[in-house]
């Protein structure tokens, strides 16, 4: 298979069938070779000196690359390719730019003999720093680059395209200031067959591949290179193209979003969408070291006000904290109280309806089928009233306070228990169907589906159960599952307070991946395009690949998230023990807006009517139109 | 575990053409319409060194179990294509060794698994993990045993009616059925990159002349990054894997039809690599196609 694949460090290769120059050995009779100083595929760079001069010792630089060309008019054709372009380099003249003193050919190699530079290229910088390294050192050398860039691609009569920028030919001399080393001159001697690369994958922009060689492709290079320093993440390492997948800041947060903003735009896949030039490059780091303070004291803060333009419809406040989430039913907004009552108000208005006082804390989410509503209580008993009134049919008495939300499944009320079992209730008559006993308390609530109950205990167990009770499979999970389940295409979403969020195969049981989350959660997760969203005791709310665990973004609240996510069309809506319900995009994380209440929020919010619903512990039920 | 050194401890590969022997209609092998409580998985393998090729450098590896009774288990399977690449036979060492390696960690860690109690433990490391790290361990050994070698390797693990695929170069994972093929693997080739970001059309990528150079393999270095992934499979749809020597010559829809259209799976795998043949054989193929029949 004629295939190839990068290889790392490629000056570090060998090129030992080619046979390398040894030190002693005289071109010319005048350039003496000292030692290697580094090859890659068809080239070498050897230090050697300039017997010319026999009084003082004249370093030089001489490159060698060998002519592969087997055919007398191809090697025709490579050698004048080199002594043109030999002579083009020779009339540059920058102090960024190593001076060419002579070149020559001899037999199958050519030769470029080169200002000799003390001093280190920047991929040996990396290699020999632990830390990052700081922003401005890079900006300072960001600026010089810009600087020769733009020397370069306004050359006369035609631009110079340097087609190779990258750490390790750019070298910083020993006073400090940057050289470029390694001009592009050695591709003419790279043979053309199936497999080989072009230019240095990813450093190259995308437009190199098809054989265009341009101004803008040398900003792509540029923005590269600075992006390797910054971030220290090899891009040979990582799929090509990639950069926009891993922005600067989240690899190294120390870096300012202003640079790192000019940096995403030399990145632009299209040419047309990156600086027009290297002055406009060098001018937009420039404002940025500005803002950044950097270049100036005079710091501008640029952070983002989150807007609050969502607007309170109509707030209604209890005698106690709302901790359960609301459920909205037939125009009407049901929601369960600590202080012990089940409040049923008019969805539009916030008018109150009827309450129904059970005799403990509702923790729980009411649950409704044509003219019942049913809730859970602390007082250890399912209650069914009429949504109309509100007034008691049945009630069902287990031996635990419920904690757990109670879900319908044809005909049947599927809910835990504190008192360690799962109960399945006839929802017209309030008889109990079966239970099911599991090892401890149960407050996550059921997940119901092809005749398969799922749910978890404050064991750790998780449970699956078939629809006679039977015990289809059980995973112990190494701390509490208060987190409810979902199933999405065959796999269980689950949460557990050993800080990891769990997919478990639903036939098996078997975990399918997991997602290490910096503390605790017991939030239920949901699904939307893909995406699992969940809250942590961490603070985060996040977005989670569903089929690769991958974490897509996080958000940070300002305190522990215990509430659960819900989706409404490309948002996320979630509450935070900070007090606030945030509105996130979908795809971003994006904060779209954030709103404040007086108390920590831990239950769920709902979302009917374009109208999000949810309970604060200031003891308050909001209504706000989104 | 016997049984299990004596399947991977085997040191010369089985011959990559042996399949070309003429097959039996598997309709004349059943036993008649015996009842079944369930339905299961079907499977065909076919291999062929190509036209253009004088030595084959992909290797396969398939394993299906069936399970039957109260507490029967769904059928469960590990399938592994690898296409390996690098002079003086290294290429061939290459997928072997990967191939040897990735199907002994996981017919251990995965499969083996499944026998043990029902009640077993969250310590038990999630499949996705498992995988990664096989095919890691894969990388490594080639790393060390095997210069100037690498191997493209997709390593399927079915468990119930999910599929976990690991994943590293440019053979590739279809989901087909009636109305939908789609590759669930992403070639890691500069080339399909390329077209991700809109550079180059599907066309200017089929004939693009790097349109083997790979950005990630096994055998490239220490560090591997794995794309694992867990998809649904749907009862009445197919699971492919193939070498490019498959999807690069003839095309998905002509892949899709010769699936469907087959009576079996063991049927439509030699059908896919007669077309490869016909169509210029320039490369090794291989496939293995899983059917999960709808009634």
Known sequence: ?626 | MSFLKGIFGKKEPPSPDSVKTSPLDPRSLTLGPGRRSRRHVAIGTAQSVGVERNHNEDALFVLLGNAEGLNGLLDFGLFVVADGMGGHRAGEIASALSVRTVAHRLTQATLLGLFSNPDSDGDTPPLQDLIRSALEEANQAVVERVPGGGTTLTAAVLVGGQVTIGHVGDSRAYLISDHRTRAITRDHSLVERLRELGQLTPEEAAAHPQRNVLYRAIGQGANLEVDVGTHPVPWGSYLLICSDGLWGVIPDEEIRDITLGASDPQIACEELIRAANAAGGPDNITAVLVHFPAE
């Not at chain 1, 799922?454 to 167990?461: L, N, P, Q, S």
């Not at chain 1, 190494?478 to 999405?488: A, E, F």
């Not at chain 1, 979630?574 to 920590?600: E, H, I, K, N």
Request: glycine share 8%; charged share 20%.
């Open chain 1, 1 to 626: 298979m004629r295939r190839t694949t990068r290889a790392l460090g490629g000056t570090q290769g060998t090129t030992g069938q080619l046979g390398q120059l040894q030190p002693g050995v005289t071109l010319q009779d005048r350039y003496l070779i000292l030692g290697i100083l580094g090859s890659g595929g068809m080239s070498s760079v050897y230090k050697g000196r300039d017997l010319h001069f026999p009084n003082v010792t004249k370093l030089v630089a001489v490159k060698e690359m060998i002519n592969m060309a087997a055919d007398p008019t191809m090697y025709e054709m490579v050698v004048r390719n080199f002594e043109r372009e030999a002579d083009l380099l020779a009339t540059l003249a920058h102090a960024a730019i190593p001076r060419i003193y002579d070149y020559f050919t001899h037999e199958s190699s050519s030769y470029l003999v080169m200002e000799f530079i003390e001093g280190k290229d920047l991929e040996a910088i990396l290699r020999e720093t632990a830390d990052f390294i700081p922003e401005e050192q890079v900006l300072s050398w960001a600026f010089q680059l810009c600087d020769v860039l733009s020397y370069l691609h306004n050359h006369q009569p035609q631009p110079v395209v340097f087609r190779d920028m990258k750490p390790s030919n750019v070298m910083i001399d020993q006073h400090g200031q940057v050289r470029l080393i390694d001009f592009g001159i050695a591709r003419i001697f790279q043979p053309g067959q199936k497999g080989t690369m072009i230019g240095t994958e990813g450093y190259s922009p995308p437009e190199q591949y098809r054989g265009e060689a341009s101004p803008a492709g040398d900003i792509y290079a540029m923005g590269a290179t600075l992006h390797h320093l910054l971030t220290r993440r090899d891009p040979r390492a990582e799929p090509p193209f990639s950069f926009s997948e891993r922005p600067v800041r989240q690899v190294n947060p120390k870096v300012s979003p202003e640079l790192e903003a000019v940096i995403e735009d030399a990145l632009s896949y299209d040419p047309k969408d990156r600086f027009p030039s290297a002055e406009a490059f060098k001018k937009a780091l420039l404002t940025s070291a500005r803002q950044t303070g950097l270049l100036s004291s005079a710091k501008t803060a640029s952070t983002v006000q989150p807007k609050s333009d969502v607007q309170e419809l109509w707030s209604f406040e209890c005698e106690d904290e709302i901790r359960g989430a609301p459920l909205v039913h037939r125009g009407s907004v049901m929601v369960g109280c600590y202080d012990n009552n089940l409040y049923a108000l008019d969805a539009k208005t916030g008018r109150f309806q009827w309450k129904y006082a059970t005799e403990g804390g509702i923790p729980t989410r009411p649950a409704a089928s044509d003219s019942l509503i049913y809730i859970g209580s602390e007082d250890r008993r399912m209650h069914a009233v009429t949504a109309e009134r509100g007034e008691l049919i049945w009630v069902y008495y287990t031996e635990g306070p419920i904690r757990s939300s109670p879900i319908i499944y044809e005909g049947h009320l599927f809910f835990g228990s504190d008192d360690a079992h799962l109960h399945v209730v006839n929802m017209a008559s309030g008889q109990k169907a079966w239970r099911a006993e599991a090892s401890g308390a149960i407050r996550s609530s059921p997940l119901v589906a092809e005749e398969r109950v799922y749910f978890g205990a404050e064991t750790g167990d998780f449970y699956c159960i078939g629809f006679r009770g039977e015990q289809k499979w059980r995973r112990k999970l190494k701390r509490s599952v208060t987190s409810s389940p979902i199933m999405v295409d065959g796999l269980i979403y689950v949460g557990s307070m050993d800080w990891t969020l769990y997919a478990l195969e639903s036939e098996f049981g078997s975990i399918i991946w997991r997602f290490r989350m910096g503390r605790p959660t017991i939030s239920t997760p949901c699904f939307a395009e893909g995406k699992i969203f969940t809250g942590c005791a961490d603070g985060h709310i996040y977005a989670i690949d569903a089929r690769t665990s991958h974490e897509m973004w996080r958000f940070q609240t300002e305190h522990q998230v215990t509430s659960s996510p819900i989706v409404f069309e490309d948002s996320v809506y979630c509450g935070s023990v900070d007090g606030s319900m945030y509105c996130l995009d979908m795809r971003s994380g994006r904060l779209r807006w954030q709103f404040r209440t007086a108390g920590p929020i831990t239950g769920t919010a709902t979302i009917a009517n374009n109208t999000l619903y949810f309970g604060s512990t200031d003891h308050r039920l909001y209504a706000l139109l989104t």
